[in-house]
Protein backbone atom coordinates (compact mmCIF):
# COMPACT_ATOMS: atom_id res chain seq x y z
CA UNK A 1 0.00 0.00 0.00
CA UNK A 2 1.11 3.36 -0.97
CA UNK A 3 1.70 5.75 2.33
CA UNK A 4 0.49 9.19 1.03
CA UNK A 5 -0.44 11.37 3.50
CA UNK A 6 -3.40 13.32 1.57
CA UNK A 7 -3.73 17.22 2.08
CA UNK A 8 -6.44 17.43 3.98
CA UNK A 9 -5.46 15.10 6.49
CA UNK A 10 -2.31 15.67 6.41
CA UNK A 11 -1.03 18.96 5.59
CA UNK A 12 -3.75 20.97 7.10
CA UNK A 13 -4.15 18.79 10.36
CA UNK A 14 0.32 19.39 10.37
CA UNK A 15 -0.70 23.79 10.48
CA UNK A 16 -1.18 23.38 14.09
CA UNK A 17 -0.61 26.13 15.42
CA UNK A 18 -2.72 28.06 12.39
CA UNK A 19 -5.23 30.29 12.21
CA UNK A 20 -7.58 31.28 9.71
CA UNK A 21 -6.99 33.62 7.16
CA UNK A 22 -8.02 35.67 4.52
CA UNK A 23 -8.95 35.53 0.75
CA UNK A 24 -5.70 35.31 -1.43
CA UNK A 25 -7.02 36.99 -4.53
CA UNK A 26 -9.42 39.80 -4.66
CA UNK A 27 -10.94 39.74 -8.46
CA UNK A 28 -10.88 43.26 -10.74
CA UNK A 29 -13.81 44.79 -10.24
CA UNK A 30 -16.44 43.69 -13.34
CA UNK A 31 -17.33 46.19 -16.00
CA UNK A 32 -21.13 47.75 -14.70
CA UNK A 33 -23.85 46.29 -17.25
CA UNK A 34 -25.66 48.76 -19.25
CA UNK A 35 -29.30 49.83 -18.64
CA UNK A 36 -31.83 47.56 -19.79
CA UNK A 37 -33.59 48.86 -22.63
CA UNK A 38 -36.42 47.12 -21.92
CA UNK A 39 -38.26 45.22 -19.00
CA UNK A 40 -37.77 41.66 -19.07
CA UNK A 41 -39.88 38.89 -19.53
CA UNK A 42 -41.51 37.16 -17.23
CA UNK A 43 -42.00 34.32 -18.79
CA UNK A 44 -38.92 34.14 -20.54
CA UNK A 45 -37.09 30.87 -19.71
CA UNK A 46 -33.83 31.47 -17.11
CA UNK A 47 -30.48 31.62 -18.48
CA UNK A 48 -27.48 30.59 -16.22
CA UNK A 49 -24.07 29.55 -16.53
CA UNK A 50 -22.65 25.99 -16.84
CA UNK A 51 -22.29 24.49 -13.37
CA UNK A 52 -18.85 23.75 -12.56
CA UNK A 53 -18.44 20.44 -10.38
CA UNK A 54 -14.64 21.60 -9.36
CA UNK A 55 -15.26 24.33 -6.38
CA UNK A 56 -11.69 26.45 -5.70
CA UNK A 57 -8.93 24.72 -3.58
CA UNK A 58 -9.82 21.32 -4.68
CA UNK A 59 -7.61 18.39 -4.82
CA UNK A 60 -7.11 17.00 -8.28
CA UNK A 61 -4.13 15.68 -8.41
CA UNK A 62 -4.17 12.29 -10.70
CA UNK A 63 -3.15 9.48 -8.79
CA UNK A 64 -4.39 6.38 -10.38
CA UNK A 65 -4.42 4.04 -7.81
CA UNK A 66 -6.70 5.41 -5.70
CA UNK A 67 -10.25 5.87 -6.81
CA UNK A 68 -10.86 9.23 -5.51
CA UNK A 69 -8.01 10.66 -7.50
CA UNK A 70 -8.32 8.57 -10.45
CA UNK A 71 -9.44 11.10 -12.51
CA UNK A 72 -7.33 12.44 -14.61
CA UNK A 73 -8.56 14.88 -17.41
CA UNK A 74 -11.26 17.38 -16.32
CA UNK A 75 -12.70 19.16 -19.20
CA UNK A 76 -14.01 22.84 -19.54
CA UNK A 77 -16.96 22.74 -17.99
CA UNK A 78 -15.57 21.20 -15.31
CA UNK A 79 -13.57 23.53 -13.81
CA UNK A 80 -12.79 27.34 -13.93
CA UNK A 81 -9.92 28.59 -15.23
CA UNK A 82 -9.84 31.82 -12.96
CA UNK A 83 -9.43 29.30 -10.33
CA UNK A 84 -6.41 27.35 -11.71
CA UNK A 85 -3.68 28.34 -8.93
CA UNK A 86 -6.11 27.33 -6.19
CA UNK A 87 -6.14 23.70 -7.47
CA UNK A 88 -3.70 21.35 -5.90
CA UNK A 89 -2.91 19.19 -9.53
CA UNK A 90 0.00 17.41 -10.19
CA UNK A 91 1.81 16.44 -14.47
CA UNK A 92 -0.44 13.55 -14.56
CA UNK A 93 -3.52 16.28 -14.27
CA UNK A 94 -4.86 17.42 -17.60
CA UNK A 95 -7.48 20.79 -17.89
CA UNK A 96 -8.97 20.59 -21.29
CA UNK A 97 -8.41 23.72 -22.76
CA UNK A 98 -5.92 25.09 -20.45
CA UNK A 99 -3.42 22.52 -20.65
CA UNK A 100 -0.66 25.84 -21.46
CA UNK A 101 -1.82 27.96 -18.36
CA UNK A 102 -1.78 24.40 -15.87
CA UNK A 103 1.94 23.80 -17.09
CA UNK A 104 2.78 27.42 -16.66
CA UNK A 105 1.59 27.65 -13.20
CA UNK A 106 3.35 24.43 -12.05
CA UNK A 107 6.52 26.00 -13.20
CA UNK A 108 6.14 29.42 -12.03
CA UNK A 109 5.08 28.33 -8.73
CA UNK A 110 8.89 26.35 -8.65
CA UNK A 111 9.82 30.11 -7.37
CA UNK A 112 10.41 30.33 -3.88
CA UNK A 113 9.23 33.39 -3.61
CA UNK A 114 10.13 36.12 -1.03
CA UNK A 115 13.55 37.20 -2.93
CA UNK A 116 14.88 34.24 -2.77
CA UNK A 117 16.17 34.10 -6.39
CA UNK A 118 17.85 37.05 -5.86
CA UNK A 119 19.91 35.91 -3.00
CA UNK A 120 20.77 32.65 -5.55
CA UNK A 121 21.58 34.67 -7.82
CA UNK A 122 23.98 36.08 -5.63
CA UNK A 123 25.77 32.66 -5.22
CA UNK A 124 23.93 32.81 -1.46
CA UNK A 125 22.37 28.87 -2.35
CA UNK A 126 23.02 27.21 0.74
CA UNK A 127 26.50 26.22 -0.26
CA UNK A 128 28.76 24.21 1.89
CA UNK A 129 26.26 23.44 4.66
CA UNK A 130 24.62 20.36 6.07
CA UNK A 131 21.07 19.81 7.17
CA UNK A 132 18.86 16.79 7.84
CA UNK A 133 15.51 15.94 6.92
CA UNK A 134 13.17 13.51 9.16
CA UNK A 135 9.86 12.53 7.09
CA UNK A 136 8.42 9.65 5.26
CA UNK A 137 10.32 7.33 2.86
CA UNK A 138 11.96 9.11 -0.47
CA UNK A 139 13.12 8.02 -3.49
CA UNK A 140 16.20 9.37 -3.71
CA UNK A 141 16.82 9.62 -7.83
CA UNK A 142 14.44 12.70 -8.52
CA UNK A 143 16.37 15.06 -10.34
CA UNK A 144 15.65 18.11 -8.04
CA UNK A 145 17.52 16.19 -5.62
CA UNK A 146 19.28 13.09 -6.41
CA UNK A 147 22.61 15.03 -6.16
CA UNK A 148 21.84 16.77 -2.40
CA UNK A 149 21.54 13.39 -0.67
CA UNK A 150 24.42 13.15 1.60
CA UNK A 151 22.99 9.94 3.31
CA UNK A 152 19.92 8.21 3.48
CA UNK A 153 18.28 5.73 6.27
CA UNK A 154 15.14 3.88 6.80
CA UNK A 155 14.27 3.41 10.41
CA UNK A 156 11.11 0.67 9.34
CA UNK A 157 8.91 2.18 7.25
CA UNK A 158 7.67 -1.08 6.31
CA UNK A 159 9.17 -1.70 2.78
CA UNK A 160 7.59 1.62 1.75
CA UNK A 161 9.54 3.22 -0.40
CA UNK A 162 7.92 6.21 -2.08
CA UNK A 163 5.55 8.43 -0.38
CA UNK A 164 3.89 12.17 -1.21
CA UNK A 165 5.74 14.00 1.56
CA UNK A 166 9.28 12.71 1.50
CA UNK A 167 9.54 14.51 -1.81
CA UNK A 168 8.19 17.48 -1.46
CA UNK A 169 9.67 18.67 1.61
CA UNK A 170 13.01 17.54 0.48
CA UNK A 171 12.47 19.25 -2.78
CA UNK A 172 11.36 23.10 -1.30
CA UNK A 173 14.96 22.89 1.20
CA UNK A 174 16.97 22.14 -1.52
CA UNK A 175 15.33 21.37 -5.20
CA UNK A 176 17.70 22.21 -7.86
CA UNK A 177 14.80 24.31 -9.20
CA UNK A 178 12.11 24.92 -6.85
CA UNK A 179 14.45 24.54 -3.10
CA UNK A 180 15.13 27.49 -1.13
CA UNK A 181 18.93 26.36 -0.84
CA UNK A 182 19.71 24.05 -3.67
CA UNK A 183 23.31 23.47 -2.52
CA UNK A 184 22.66 22.26 0.65
CA UNK A 185 23.62 18.68 1.51
CA UNK A 186 21.01 16.80 3.20
CA UNK A 187 21.26 13.78 5.80
CA UNK A 188 17.40 12.08 4.82
CA UNK A 189 16.04 9.70 7.78
CA UNK A 190 12.66 8.85 7.10
CA UNK A 191 10.65 7.49 9.65
CA UNK A 192 6.88 5.92 9.43
CA UNK A 193 4.68 8.84 10.72
CA UNK A 194 1.62 6.84 9.76
CA UNK A 195 2.15 4.64 12.97
CA UNK A 196 2.00 7.63 15.16
CA UNK A 197 4.92 6.07 17.30
CA UNK A 198 7.86 8.92 18.16
CA UNK A 199 10.20 6.11 18.52
CA UNK A 200 11.04 5.86 14.91
CA UNK A 201 11.45 9.47 14.96
CA UNK A 202 13.67 9.44 17.75
CA UNK A 203 15.91 6.83 16.02
CA UNK A 204 16.03 8.59 13.41
CA UNK A 205 17.06 11.74 15.33
CA UNK A 206 19.62 9.83 16.90
CA UNK A 207 20.90 9.06 13.55
CA UNK A 208 21.38 12.06 12.32
CA UNK A 209 23.17 12.73 15.73
CA UNK A 210 25.94 9.71 14.62
CA UNK A 211 26.27 11.68 11.42
CA UNK A 212 27.03 14.38 13.29
CA UNK A 213 29.20 13.30 15.20
CA UNK A 214 31.57 11.39 12.29
CA UNK A 215 31.78 15.01 10.57
CA UNK A 216 34.42 17.07 10.76
CA UNK A 217 34.20 20.69 12.35
CA UNK A 218 33.04 23.16 9.91
CA UNK A 219 30.97 20.50 8.20
CA UNK A 220 28.74 19.78 11.08
CA UNK A 221 24.73 19.35 10.44
CA UNK A 222 22.65 22.79 11.56
CA UNK A 223 19.62 22.06 11.43
CA UNK A 224 17.15 19.10 11.43
CA UNK A 225 13.62 19.76 9.40
CA UNK A 226 10.90 18.04 10.91
CA UNK A 227 7.37 18.56 9.40
CA UNK A 228 5.53 16.42 11.96
CA UNK A 229 4.96 17.17 15.51
CA UNK A 230 6.48 13.99 17.25
CA UNK A 231 6.79 15.95 20.83
CA UNK A 232 2.81 16.08 20.42
CA UNK A 233 1.49 13.62 22.90
CA UNK A 234 -1.86 14.13 21.54
CA UNK A 235 -0.85 12.67 18.04
CA UNK A 236 1.94 9.87 18.96
CA UNK A 237 3.04 7.31 21.64
CA UNK A 238 6.59 7.77 23.09
CA UNK A 239 6.78 11.46 22.32
CA UNK A 240 9.11 11.25 25.62
CA UNK A 241 11.69 9.08 23.58
CA UNK A 242 11.59 12.08 21.01
CA UNK A 243 11.61 14.66 23.55
CA UNK A 244 14.74 13.11 25.13
CA UNK A 245 16.38 12.63 21.66
CA UNK A 246 15.33 16.27 21.21
CA UNK A 247 17.23 17.37 24.39
CA UNK A 248 20.44 15.64 22.98
CA UNK A 249 20.41 17.07 19.77
CA UNK A 250 20.23 20.17 21.79
CA UNK A 251 23.31 19.45 23.67
CA UNK A 252 24.96 17.98 20.29
CA UNK A 253 24.47 21.96 18.98
CA UNK A 254 21.97 20.88 16.56
CA UNK A 255 18.49 22.35 15.46
CA UNK A 256 15.39 21.12 15.45
CA UNK A 257 12.58 22.54 13.68
CA UNK A 258 9.26 20.77 14.35
CA UNK A 259 5.70 22.32 13.30
CA UNK A 260 5.61 22.52 17.24
CA UNK A 261 8.77 25.21 17.17
CA UNK A 262 12.28 24.56 17.84
CA UNK A 263 13.50 21.57 19.62
CA UNK A 264 14.33 21.06 23.49
CA UNK A 265 12.53 24.55 23.66
CA UNK A 266 9.77 25.33 21.05
CA UNK A 267 8.69 28.60 22.10
CA UNK A 268 11.86 30.24 20.77
CA UNK A 269 10.37 30.50 17.37
CA UNK A 270 6.70 29.20 16.46
CA UNK A 271 6.50 28.98 13.03
CA UNK A 272 2.96 29.67 11.55
CA UNK A 273 1.58 28.75 8.02
CA UNK A 274 1.45 31.68 5.37
CA UNK A 275 0.00 32.47 2.00
CA UNK A 276 2.18 33.80 -0.50
CA UNK A 277 0.51 36.75 -2.95
CA UNK A 278 0.44 34.86 -6.25
CA UNK A 279 0.17 38.54 -7.38
CA UNK A 280 3.50 39.56 -5.96
CA UNK A 281 5.27 36.40 -4.89
CA UNK A 282 8.72 38.43 -3.74
CA UNK A 283 7.17 41.14 -1.50
CA UNK A 284 6.88 39.61 2.06
CA UNK A 285 4.65 42.25 3.46
CA UNK A 286 1.86 41.26 0.82
CA UNK A 287 1.87 37.93 2.56
CA UNK A 288 -0.91 36.88 5.19
CA UNK A 289 -0.91 33.98 8.03
CA UNK A 290 -3.55 30.70 7.90
CA UNK A 291 -4.59 29.34 4.45
CA UNK A 292 -5.76 30.48 1.08
CA UNK A 293 -9.46 29.19 1.49
CA UNK A 294 -10.00 30.38 5.38
CA UNK A 295 -10.62 34.52 6.46
CA UNK A 296 -9.86 35.69 9.14
CA UNK A 297 -6.73 35.95 11.87
CA UNK A 298 -4.64 37.47 14.69
CA UNK A 299 -1.77 39.16 15.48
CA UNK A 300 0.78 36.14 17.09
CA UNK A 301 2.95 36.51 20.10
CA UNK A 302 6.76 38.28 18.99
CA UNK A 303 8.50 34.93 18.73
CA UNK A 304 5.63 33.81 15.92
CA UNK A 305 7.12 33.68 12.69
CA UNK A 306 5.00 32.85 8.96
CA UNK A 307 6.39 30.45 6.23
CA UNK A 308 5.31 30.05 2.50
CA UNK A 309 3.26 27.37 2.42
CA UNK A 310 0.53 28.29 -0.14
CA UNK A 311 0.80 28.33 -4.05
CA UNK A 312 4.22 26.67 -4.14
CA UNK A 313 5.00 23.36 -6.64
CA UNK A 314 7.30 20.69 -5.27
CA UNK A 315 8.89 17.27 -7.02
CA UNK A 316 6.87 14.15 -6.80
CA UNK A 317 7.99 10.46 -6.98
CA UNK A 318 5.32 7.30 -5.67
CA UNK A 319 7.59 5.06 -8.53
CA UNK A 320 11.36 4.68 -8.62
CA UNK A 321 11.92 6.78 -11.93
CA UNK A 322 8.59 8.35 -12.56
CA UNK A 323 9.33 12.26 -11.82
CA UNK A 324 6.96 14.44 -11.56
CA UNK A 325 5.25 17.66 -9.84
CA UNK A 326 2.30 18.83 -7.77
CA UNK A 327 1.34 22.54 -7.54
CA UNK A 328 -0.74 22.75 -4.07
CA UNK A 329 -3.15 25.53 -4.40
CA UNK A 330 -3.31 25.20 -0.38
CA UNK A 331 -0.58 23.65 1.98
CA UNK A 332 -0.07 23.28 5.47
CA UNK A 333 2.93 24.15 7.83
CA UNK A 334 4.73 20.87 6.47
CA UNK A 335 6.06 22.81 3.56
CA UNK A 336 7.04 25.70 5.93
CA UNK A 337 9.27 23.85 8.13
CA UNK A 338 11.96 23.08 4.98
CA UNK A 339 10.92 26.43 3.79
CA UNK A 340 12.58 27.99 7.15
CA UNK A 341 15.06 25.15 7.19
CA UNK A 342 16.11 26.37 3.61
CA UNK A 343 16.80 30.04 4.67
CA UNK A 344 18.69 29.28 7.86
CA UNK A 345 21.49 27.21 5.67
CA UNK A 346 21.73 30.66 3.36
CA UNK A 347 21.93 32.30 6.57
CA UNK A 348 24.73 29.83 7.65
CA UNK A 349 26.52 30.03 4.33
CA UNK A 350 27.22 34.06 4.99
CA UNK A 351 28.21 33.01 8.41
CA UNK A 352 29.09 29.94 9.37
CA UNK A 353 29.88 30.51 13.39
CA UNK A 354 26.45 31.63 14.23
CA UNK A 355 24.19 29.15 17.00
CA UNK A 356 20.94 27.93 16.02
CA UNK A 357 19.65 30.44 18.49
CA UNK A 358 21.56 33.24 17.11
CA UNK A 359 19.67 32.50 13.28
CA UNK A 360 16.35 32.52 14.99
CA UNK A 361 17.05 35.83 16.55
CA UNK A 362 17.85 37.33 13.24
CA UNK A 363 15.17 35.51 11.47
CA UNK A 364 12.76 36.90 13.85
CA UNK A 365 14.50 40.55 14.47
CA UNK A 366 14.18 40.60 10.51
CA UNK A 367 10.60 39.51 9.63
CA UNK A 368 8.48 41.86 7.55
CA UNK A 369 4.72 42.32 8.86
CA UNK A 370 1.86 40.77 6.39
CA UNK A 371 -1.06 42.65 5.34
CA UNK A 372 -2.75 41.17 8.72
CA UNK A 373 -0.06 42.45 11.20
CA UNK A 374 2.07 39.16 11.49
CA UNK A 375 5.47 38.35 11.42
CA UNK A 376 6.72 36.78 8.15
CA UNK A 377 9.87 35.43 6.85
CA UNK A 378 11.75 38.08 5.21
CA UNK A 379 14.65 35.96 3.49
CA UNK A 380 16.53 39.36 1.99
CA UNK A 381 16.21 41.37 4.97
CA UNK A 382 17.44 38.22 6.76
CA UNK A 383 20.83 37.97 4.69
CA UNK A 384 21.32 41.65 4.40
CA UNK A 385 21.08 41.90 8.33
CA UNK A 386 24.13 38.97 8.74
CA UNK A 387 25.62 40.52 5.79
CA UNK A 388 25.89 43.97 7.64
CA UNK A 389 26.82 42.09 10.83
CA UNK A 390 29.45 40.30 9.30
CA UNK A 391 31.14 43.27 7.43
CA UNK A 392 31.29 45.38 11.01
Same mark, same amino acid.
Given at each position: MR???????GLLALG????????????????AAPAPTALPDENAPEISEPAVSVEPYSDLRYLPWLDDYAKQTYQPDEYNASDLYTYTYNTGTAFAGAEDEAAALLEECKDPGLGVRSLQARGITGRGVNVAILDQPLLTD???????????????CEGETGSMHGPAVASLLAGKTLGVAPDANIYYAAWPSW?????????ALDWVLEQNEALPEGEKIRVVSVSAAPGSADMFQNTDLWNAAAARAEEA??? +??? =? /???? @??????MPYPAVLDPNDRDDPAACRVGFPAEDGSSVFAKNALALPCSYRTTAEEYTAGQFGYTHYGQGGLSWGIPYCAGVMAL????????????????????????????????? +??? =? /???? @?????
Open positions: RIMLLSALTACGAAGAVVPATSPHPEFADRIAAYYDTGLQDSRYAADGVL +VLT =V /EGAG @AKPDRLGWQVDPALTGDEIMRYLLSTAATGTDGNSIIDP +VHF =V /EALE @ANRST
